[in-house]
């Protein structure tokens, strides 16, 4: 068989079990019993050994999946192949936005970046974005904003899509992912490990001329990335790769030298699974390139969150265990690994579980010793499905300690802000459940107040102590059927001073049903600064053509794009105002969408002293923060 041949019959292997996996999970979904269990960690002693153990747990799946006239001669062998096509400065610089993160002093990598003088921008970062493939870097020399120019760009040509970047004092990080970085020769045959990750470390003592001086590419998936003074650590996960009954592991290349990692190096648990995947830990230090890096994997089902305290990585991957006796059932659980972090010691310590599954990074948080985690159990679109929402208090072994269940059963998890010895969690599926929750006492979690209103938040932000701000969406009940339609983006701002009795004290809609925004999936696009009261977050606004109907607009309506920018607010204890907009766009949109300008949606915002900076894909703008007037105007497109 021919190289191109196996690459396009790996594509459809990878396909049919994609659509055999969601097709058994769809149809059989319903929890009847959700088992917590300790498994302990374990490593391998040998490649038989763990080879052995991946083959047993996958013809379970195999059989199972052949009791339901699935054929089983897919398998997971020959899948190779498969083509996935701050800077010192010497001018003085004023205060300046930081990335806007979960946890004081662990840095989060983001699209752009600022140490107060230059702004670090990943233009057209993937074809997502904008379709062009660009995956281009550049420096702009923003303060003093009437000079802004581009002084530098790194860009690549290599199959590598940029993700991220962190910028720590004159030294640059970017992450990469990307496709065919290297061959492995099993037999007569060649084949290409279908993906990597890929960590760039640049010296900019010369902006104008950024230096690549440390390279490492690890074998696997970018899973996400932290910063914690001169370390970054980056987590990556491999899916298990058989090639002519050869099991390969994945490898790490430091600047051309592969480091392999051993079945021995590898930890496990006796958790059966329907996949697995190796989940690699590194720590890279970004001063030193002669230190070696650090390194932990583990045999996992698929990551997929993750949250970093300043001490602590903690990854939770959610786990399906079906029932053979009983094929109509199996239950869910999260299996959660704790992973110790100083510098460049990076240690294994802990496993344990918790049911259900976790919605995002901020549905987890570390506090006075203790691990704190909220899940939600089922999935409203699964037949047979009764949701539920959980919470749970972990000690740094990992076992439970206090807990809170069937929270607003019936409805899912949208938000979660764990702030100190409370936590706030917004419940949808009607109306929105606003519920506080005092966590003083480990060991009895409990309701202290609640508020339900229509519309739910994606993203709850502190203002202060007494005040959060919601982000999310209004809703309208629907006539026939337990649900709601949702409407424009809202903003929210509750008052929590009362734990007993929460206020949504003020509240903002913007635009249609069909209004979008970054940050009601991406916290890094929601920029705010507590000493000015300012918030401001990229929207792209619809709104409905009411020549279009006669009589009363039906709630299911879909607006039509027509604007794209900044939405800037002052936000106090009291209210929620709009204090302008600013956009990139040269004209309007215009119905049909055939004249949207893409590569001018604003994607993010910050500050360098008193002009508020915005970003797209062609312009930076500086605008004056007070007044909102434009400063300067710089196209990066050319």
């Known amino acids: 068989m021919g190289m191109l041949a196996r690459r396009l019959l790996a594509s459809s292997i990878i396909l049919v079990l994609v659509l055999v996996s969601t097709y058994v999970i769809y149809y059989q979904y319903r929890i009847d019993d959700v088992r917590v269990e300790s498994y302990g960690l374990k490593k391998f002693s040998s490649y038989n050994e763990l080879k052995t153990f991946i083959k047993n747990n996958i013809d379970v799946s195999r059989s199972w999946f052949g009791l339901y006239g699935f054929p089983v001669s897919v398998g997971v062998r020959d899948v190779f192949g498969t083509t996935v096509p701050a800077a010192t400065s ?9 990335t806007n993160i979960q946890v004081a002093g662990v840095d989060e990598p983001d699209i752009v970046k600022t140490d107060g003088t230059y702004i670090y921008y990943i233009r057209d970062s993937n074809s997502i974005r904008y ?16 000079g802004m120019q ?49 960590i760039e470390v640049y010296d900019l003592s010369h902006m104008e001329h950024p230096k690549l001086v440390r390279n490492v590419t690890l074998d696997g998936y970018y899973l996400n990335a932290r910063m914690i003074e001169n370390y970054v650590y980056i987590v990556v996960t491999s899916p298990i790769y058989y090639v002519e009954e050869e099991l390969i592991l994945p490898s790490i290349y430091i600047d051309g030298k592969v480091e392999s990692i051993e079945p021995k190096e ?17 720590a890279l230090n970004i001063f030193n390139d002669n230190e070696p890096i650090t390194k932990k994997t583990i045999l996992t089902g698929a990551a997929s969150n993750m949250y970093m305290s300043v001490d602590n990585i903690y990854l939770a991957i959610t786990k399906y265990s ?6 109509d059932s199996f239950s869910e659980e999260t299996l959660i690994y704790r992973i110790s972090v100083n510098g460049k010691d990076v240690d294994l310590k802990a496993e344990g579980s918790v049911p259900g599954h976790v919605l995002n990074q901020f549905s987890m948080d570390e506090y006075n010793g203790h691990f704190r985690i909220a899940t939600t159990i089922g999935y409203p679109w699964f037949r047979g499905s009764s949701e539920s929402n959980n919470l749970y208090v972990l000690d740094m072994n990992l076992k439970i300690v206090g807990k809170l269940e069937n929270i607003a059963k019936g409805e899912k998890i949208y938000s979660v802000r764990f702030m100190g010895d409370k936590v706030y969690i917004v419940t949808f599926k009607k109306v929105d459940p606003f519920f506080v929750i005092d966590l003083s006492d480990v060991n009895s979690p409990k309701i202290l107040g609640w508020l339900k209103i229509p519309g739910y938040s994606d993203y709850l932000h502190p203002l202060d102590g007494e005040h959060i701000i919601g982000v999310g969406k209004e809703t309208v009940e629907a006539e026939e059927g337990n649900f709601a339609w949702y409407q424009g983006i809202k903003v929210s701002l509750f008052n929590v001073k009362n734990v007993s009795m929460p206020k ?36 792209l606004l619809a709104l409905i053509d009411r020549s279009q109907y006669i ?39 215009e ?48």
């Open 322 to 327: 079906f029932i053979k006796e009983n094929l």
């Open 504 to 539: 949504e004290v003020s509240k903002y809609i913007i635009g249609e049903r069909g209004t979008d925004s970054p940050i009601l999936r991406d916290h890094h696009a929601f920029l705010f600064d507590g000493e000015r009261g300012l918030m401001a977050f990229p929207v």
């Open 90 to 98: 010497a001018e003085a610089s004023p205060k300046y936005s930081q």
């Open 591 to 638: 119905k049909g969408r055939m004249n949207i300008e893409y590569s001018r949606f604003i994607e993010r915002a910050l500050y360098i002293g008193d002009c508020l900076y915005t970003l797209s894909n062609d312009v930076v703008k500086a605008n004056d923060i007070n007044t909102l007037e434009e400063v300067s105007f710089l196209n990066i497109s050319k």
């Open 266 to 282: 590898v930890y496990y648990v006796e958790a059966p699974d329907i996949s697995y995947s190796f989940t690699t830990i590194v």
């Open 131 to 146: 379709n062009s493939g660009v995956n281009e870097l550049v420096i702009v020399k923003a303060y003093p904003p009437e």
């Open 150 to 198: 581009i002084v530098s760009n790194i860009s690549w040509t290599d199959n590598s899509v940029p993700l991220g970047i962190f910028i720590n004092k004159n030294r640059l990080i970017v992450f990469l992912s990307g496709s065919n970085f290297r061959s492995v020769i099993v037999g007569q045959s060649e084949y290409y490990y279908p993906i990597a990750t890929k």
């Open 551 to 589: 009589g009363n607009i039906p709630p299911y309506a879909y607006g039509e794009p027509v604007w794209q920018g900044l939405y800037v607010f002052s936000v106090s204890a009291k209210n929620i105002t709009l204090k302008g907009r600013i956009t990139h766009l040269n004209n309007a949109i």
